[in-house]
């Protein structure tokens, strides 16, 4: 029978790409991975790496036995989630990864209400953007992951993973004051930004596919000065009148905006937020808790927010 322990330390190089990443990951010494894959090659009888420059990849059989070794951990996950549902207090240790806007408006919520609910359940929040968490929740580095999808760019989850809808966060043109006809036609108003600077998200990211699909489905190609991650430079910039933006709308937090908004085309008006797990650990007792605690945390934002706009 092969060695799990081994097994595992191949399904780590898979995901991680190197053998350097995988002994930083499990605080190992390189040269102990090394020996640990090369004594798995042993009770194979096969070779399972082969050397391309100075990194290693998987052959196609060393994929055969990472495939079963993944089936055989997601089995593991259902025990360990069969385990804490028959306990009657639930604790232990929950590592969760999101993106900003999330982060600063539905999480701080949700921790509330685990806290309060489940006072021994240990919480670790990690700001990480949804493409690099993806990966390091396949890596077992995270328990769920927020992600977000923009209108049409919707990809291939990996497989292993399971998830689950948390709200459609609504979409704006988010324009200077100055900038711009007041008009009712999302197409007009986005082109009446042609000539304006704009601020995006970095190069290659799935916000920035979709922003720059958009301004040239409109008829131009957008000037973008500034490039960041964090929405709120974005919002802002919008605000001193150096930049136009698109911002979702969990940027305000429930409350009211400070900047002039435009609706946008049909089809392009929301953006999917969800949580992500790993398969076999969706029915985890402290899973199940922090999704219901996000989903309350969602309705209490759109309570504000509600609130806001009758104000």
């Known amino acids: 029978m092969f060695d799990l322990h081994r097994l ?3 399904r780590e190089l898979k995901h991680r790409g190197t053998l350097a990443a995988v002994a930083a990951a499990l605080s190992y010494a390189p040269s102990s991975v090394s020996q640990q894959l090369s004594q798995l090659e042993a009770e194979v009888g096969l070779q399972l790496l082969e050397p ?4 290693v990849r998987l052959t196609a059989q060393a994929e055969i036995l990472v495939a079963h070794t993944e089936a055989v951990l997601e089995r593991l996950e259902r025990a360990e989630a069969d385990i804490a549902s028959s306990l009657t207090e639930l604790t232990g240790t929950l590592r969760i990864a999101s993106f900003q806007t999330a982060a600063l408006t539905l999480v701080p919520s949700a921790l ?9 359940l240990r919480v670790h929040v990690t700001h990480m953007e949804p493409e690099e968490a993806l990966s390091a929740l396949q890596a077992r580095d995270f328990d769920l992951i927020l992600a977000e999808e923009y209108p049409g760019t919707r990809n291939p989850r990996p497989a292993g993973l399971e998830q689950q809808d948390l709200l459609d966060d ?19 108003a986005l082109r009446s930004l042609a000539d304006h600077p704009w601020v995006m998200e970095p190069k290659g990211t799935p916000a920035r596919n979709w ?4 301004c040239r489905d409109a008829g131009f190609e957008p000037d973008v000065r500034f490039e960041t991650t964090d929405l709120l430079l974005h919002q802002r910039l919008v605000e001193q009148q150096l930049a136009a933006a698109f911002l979702p709308g969990l940027v305000w937090s429930g409350q009211p905006s400070t900047i002039g908004l435009r609706q946008l085309p049909r089809g392009q008006r929301t953006r999917r937020v969800f949580t992500v797990v790993r398969s076999g650990s969706g029915q985890h007792p ?10 309350r945390a969602v309705t209490l934002c759109s309570r504000q927010t509600s609130a ?4």
């Open 211 to 214: 922003a720059m699909s958009l």
């Open 52 to 55: 391309v420059g100075r990194r």
């Open 308 to 311: 806001e706009h009758t104000n």
């Open 8 to 10: 595992r330390l191949l």
């Open 112 to 120: 509330g209400l685990l806290r309060d609910r489940h006072p021994h």
């Open 170 to 188: 609504p979409l704006h043109l988010a324009l200077p004051r100055l900038a711009g006809p007041e008009t009712d036609n999302p197409m007009a």
């Open 286 to 295: 402290a899973i199940l808790a922090c999704r219901d605690a996000l989903h």
